[in-house]
T-cell receptor, first 111, second 109 residues
Framework: NAGVTQTPKFRVLKTGQSMTLLCAQD?????MYWYRQDPGMGLRLIHY???????AKGEVPDGYNVSRLKKQNFLLGLESAAPSQTSVYFC??????????FGQGTRLTVV | RKEVEQDPGPFNVPEGATVAFNCTYS??????FFWYRQDCRKEPKLLMS???SGNEDGRFTAQLNRASQYISLLIRDSKLSDSATYLC??????????FGSGTQLTVLP
């Protein structure tokens, strides 16, 4: 059982480039989340989704877009990467208000 | 004010010690609470859910005080393997999972 899988695991981007991070879960969870974590800080919510076709903004949504076209996938897009977006990105999925499961993270560096 | 606040620590304790972490949340509509553990550069993993009646899992005890909007985690007989960052989590009315900044624990031999 794969759980939550994030791709890629590492990426280096140049300023202004775009990329998409993929999160896939095989647990039939309704809720999915994208967080970023910076050194010495907790997880900050970027966007989240409570079901297929629905998304909502979290605490730090600027510079990111998301889509949830299929229940099992939640995509995070960076249209024009900036050095401030250098971070570790975690995806999570959850069945309603029970335990949330996390992917292994994507380490993104923008130079 | 952050929605979920924790003492960042670090807490450095000897093996065998008892250590307590506290957390406060500001959204009175929060309905579910959790403690997660995060090892360096890895993904967070659930340590335990927190129930109003309090709950215990081996050496770990979690308490919730809704009136004071306060959550606690007690670790008894600390082990070296308990060294990690402990994250307090609240699930709000908008179904967002909000994390505290984490409390770093180092258990010393």
């Amino acid at each position: 059982n794969a759980g939550v899988t994030q791709t890629p695991k590492f990426r280096v981007l140049k300023t202004g480039q775009s990329m998409t991070l993929l999160c896939a879960q095989d647990m039939n969870h309704e809720y999915m989340y994208w967080y970023r974590q910076d050194p010495g800080m907790g997880l900050r919510l970027i966007h989240y989704s409570v079901g297929e076709g629905t998304t909502a903004k979290g605490e730090v949504p600027d510079g990111y877009n998301v889509s949830r076209l299929k229940k099992q996938n939640f995509l995070l897009g960076l249209e024009s990467a900036a050095p401030s977006q250098t971070s570790v990105y975690f995806c999570a999925s959850q069945w309603r208000r029970t335990e949330a499961f996390f992917g292994q993270g994507t380490r993104l560096t923008v130079v | 004010r952050k929605e979920v606040e924790q003492d960042p620590g670090p807490f450095n304790v000897p093996e065998g010690a008892t250590v307590a972490f506290n957390c406060t949340y500001s959204n009175s509509a929060s309905q579910s609470f959790f403690w997660y553990r995060q090892d360096c550069r890895k993904e967070p993993k659930l340590l335990m859910s927190v129930y109003s009646s309090g709950n215990e899992d081996g050496r770990f005890t979690a308490q919730l005080n809704r009136a004071s909007q306060y959550i606690s985690l007690l670790i008894r007989d600390s082990k070296l393997s308990d060294s990690a960052t402990y994250l307090c989590v609240a699930s709000g009315s908008a179904r967002q999972l909000t994390f505290g900044s984490g409390t770093q624990l180092t258990v010393l031999p």
